[in-house]
């Protein structure tokens, strides 16, 4: 595509993300500021049409980005980061909330929600399976104690083990060091296929380690926060009833996160999926706008943007890249923060 089809479909799809009417050849003149006639715009928004990157809804109006024509868009757009003084305004606002994973996950999604007028959507972050990092025997009574673990991601978990005869703190302390030595870095399958000599005490510990966690493999899927409903239902967009009830039915029966997981998602960056690109038929009026973030090799949770193929793509990219960076970075705190806090917390038993 030569510059100028490409000044002029880049006007035609700015025009259209910004008033949501077709776009005439006249309106085109003015935005490019290019010194040519209407009639030479016509000819050339012919040529687009023909190569599928504009639509005319109808023969006497102008002119509407396909799919194609907006991907040529998103992959032309010159990057550009939240300004500086939102990125402060919502590093505060984190700030000034609990130091808690939960509370920053709602938080993150509203904020994110506001700044791109469109649905916001988050999963908590999660291992992609279960590792041993850690774990202390708490000793309860002389044939009773507590089995702390320590899963990989900053998970904690926690269980009664009953012995047959009395353990000493001393050899809790053993077999905890014993634990730690065999089984740092394995998945419950790992440990449990693990060829080690064990005592009755250390078998037992070692059951309940594989029990917890085979359940936490076996929970179901992640956590999900979802705000911004509203900013969408007043996109003109959604002024058809079906549309809007089919949008409706996605959220309230939990599928719209379902569908949007399956698209493939690169494992780094902010990846733009518009209109039929996804995979899921429900979701081809839509464009998205996802990124992981978390802990690599951790926890890795999803946060992105639901909107009409008419969105304001930069935003939502700049937006959502701040917003997974400012949420890895608090993840990569805490997670450090509560390994030491719960390793304090086991010693000072």
């Given at each position: 595509?030569?510059?100028?089809?490409?000044?002029?479909?880049?006007?035609?799809t700015r025009q259209y993300i910004a008033r949501a009417q077709p776009v005439s050849s006249a309106s085109v003149v003015l935005d490019c500021g290019l010194e040519i006639s209407s009639a030479t715009i016509r000819n050339e928004m012919v040529t687009l049409e023909n190569d599928g990157y504009i639509i005319r809804p109808h023969h006497a109006?102008?002119?509407?980005?396909?799919?194609?024509?907006?991907?040529?868009?998103?992959?032309?757009?010159?990057?550009?980061?939240?300004?500086?003084?939102?990125?402060?305004?919502?590093?505060?606002?984190?700030?000034?909330?609990?130091?808690?994973?939960?509370?920053?996950?709602?938080?993150?999604?509203?904020?994110?929600?506001?700044?791109?007028?469109?649905?916001?959507?988050?999963?908590?972050?999660?291992?992609?399976?279960?590792?041993?990092?850690?774990?202390?025997?708490?000793?309860?009574?002389?044939?009773?104690?507590?089995?702390?673990?320590?899963?990989?991601?900053?998970?904690?978990?926690?269980?009664?083990?009953?012995?047959?005869?009395?353990?000493?703190?001393?050899?809790?302390?053993?077999?905890?060091?014993?634990?730690?030595?065999?089984?740092?870095?394995?998945?419950?399958?790992?440990?449990?296929?693990?060829?080690?000599?064990?005592?009755?005490?250390?078998?037992?510990?070692?059951?309940?380690?594989?029990?917890?966690?085979?359940?936490?493999?076996?929970?179901?899927?992640?956590?999900?926060?979802?705000?911004?409903?509203?900013?969408?239902?007043?996109?003109?967009?959604?002024?058809?009833?079906?549309?809007?009830?089919?949008?409706?039915?996605?959220?309230?029966?939990?599928?719209?996160?379902?569908?949007?997981?399956?698209?493939?998602?690169?494992?780094?960056?902010?990846?733009?999926?518009?209109?039929?690109?996804?995979?899921?038929?429900?979701?081809?009026?839509?464009?998205?706008?996802?990124?992981?973030?978390?802990?690599?090799?951790?926890?890795?949770?999803?946060?992105?943007?639901?909107?009409?193929?008419?969105?304001?793509?930069?935003?939502?990219?700049?937006?959502?890249?701040?917003?997974?960076?400012?949420?890895?970075?608090?993840?990569?705190?805490?997670?450090?923060?509560?390994?030491?806090?719960?390793?304090?917390?086991?010693?000072?038993?």
């Amino acid at each position: 595509m030569n510059n100028r089809t490409a000044a002029i479909l880049s006007s035609i799809t700015r025009q259209y993300i910004a008033r949501a009417q077709p776009v005439s050849s006249a309106s085109v003149v003015l935005d490019c500021g290019l010194e040519i006639s209407s009639a030479t715009i016509r000819n050339e928004m012919v040529t687009l049409e023909n190569d599928g990157y504009i639509i005319r809804p109808h023969h006497a109006a102008g002119s509407i980005p396909s799919d194609k024509g907006y991907r040529f868009y998103v992959e032309n757009l010159n990057y550009v980061e939240l300004p500086i003084e939102e990125q402060r305004l919502i590093s505060h606002m984190f700030h000034q909330v609990e130091y808690d994973l939960e509370q920053w996950l709602s938080l993150a999604v509203t904020l994110l929600s506001q700044r791109v007028q469109n649905i916001a959507i988050m999963t908590s972050p999660k291992p992609p399976s279960c590792r041993f990092k850690h774990m202390e025997l708490v000793s309860l009574q002389e044939q009773l104690a507590l089995a702390v673990l320590v899963l990989r991601g900053a998970v904690v978990r926690q269980q009664l083990v009953n012995f047959e005869q009395p353990v000493t703190k001393e050899e809790l302390r053993i077999i905890s060091d014993k634990m730690v030595k065999n089984y740092a870095g394995l998945s419950a399958l790992q440990i449990s296929g693990k060829k080690t000599e064990l005592s009755l005490n250390e078998q037992k510990v070692t059951d309940c380690i594989v029990n917890l966690m085979r359940t936490e493999d076996e929970r179901g899927s992640e956590d999900s926060y979802i705000d911004g409903l509203y900013y969408l239902m007043n996109q003109p967009e959604f002024n058809s009833g079906s549309r809007l009830a089919s949008l409706m039915g996605l959220v309230e029966q939990r599928k719209l996160i379902e569908a949007m997981m399956e698209n493939q998602l690169n494992e780094y960056g902010v990846q733009v999926i518009i209109g039929k690109e996804n995979r899921a038929e429900s979701i081809q009026n839509f464009s998205v706008v996802l990124s992981r973030y978390g802990i690599a090799d951790e926890a890795i949770g999803t946060i992105g943007v639901v909107g009409p193929t008419r969105m304001h793509y930069g935003r939502a990219i700049s937006a959502t890249s701040f917003m997974s960076s400012m949420m890895s970075r608090l993840m990569s705190d805490l997670y450090g923060r509560e390994i030491q806090s719960n390793m304090k917390k086991m010693n000072n038993n």
